[in-house]
């Protein structure tokens, strides 16, 4: 602290699983609370930067650069990324290649608030059943209980259980099965 009030802090990130991620940051306020940035998107503020693509699916700079970002008590950050294609240099057809193995992934944001996005791929088309359940293993909400192709799928889960009412802020897990394959991921939901 050199009382200008002004703060660096750097962060390394591997490389993407897709074209994004998110963050946020808060400073300790006189040893009393977290204090976070307003919200832009929700009640739950965050940032996000997308990798610069050259193609689809290429990431061609590694480790890649990060601009630089700056506190704001304004609700709609500026500098806030929205396109994540605005580097991408061209669109020409491609067949996506059809998964050979079967993946369930972390779900994004987590913790969520009031929304969080589940993704998957499936190797061969089938009947799959995705779920959520408590820490007790009681299962809160169906997502998915059908057929489905092959390929990459998302989902989104807004908090609510199978009765429409909203769930507790907390711990769950997310389940996925598919043919002969079952995984597991566990989320928090905050309020």
């Known amino acids: 602290d050199d009382s200008d009030s002004i703060y660096i802090g750097t962060m390394t990130v591997n490389t993407p699983a897709f074209n994004a991620f998110e963050y946020r940051y808060a400073f300790w306020h006189a040893g009393s609370e977290w204090v ?15 990798v610069g ?5 290429s990431f061609p700079v590694i480790p890649w650069p ?18 994540p294609f605005t580097s991408y240099v061209g669109v020409d057809d ?22 969080t996005t589940i993704t998957y791929t499936l190797a061969k088309s089938g009947k ?12 809160v909400r169906t997502l998915v209980n059908s057929n489905a ?34 995984a597991v991921k566990k989320m928090i939901m905050l309020k």
């Open 36 to 50: 976070y940035e307003p919200s832009g998107f929700s009640d739950f503020a965050y940032r996000v930067r997308y």
């Open 53 to 57: 693509q050259d193609a689809a699916r």
């Open 66 to 83: 990060m601009p630089l970002d700056t506190w704001t008590n304004a609700e709609v950050k500026t500098d806030q990324e929205t396109d």
């Open 94 to 115: 491609e067949i996506m290649p059809v998964p050979t193995i079967y993946t369930l992934n972390q779900n994004y944001p987590n913790p969520f608030n009031p929304v």
């Open 128 to 139: 799959i059943n995705l779920a959520v359940y408590n820490l007790l293993g009681q299962k």
């Open 149 to 182: 192709t092959a390929g990459l799928h998302i989902n989104k889960w807004n908090g609510l259980d199978d009765h429409g009412k909203k769930v507790a802020s907390g711990i769950y897990f997310y389940k996925l099965e598919a043919a002969n394959f079952t």
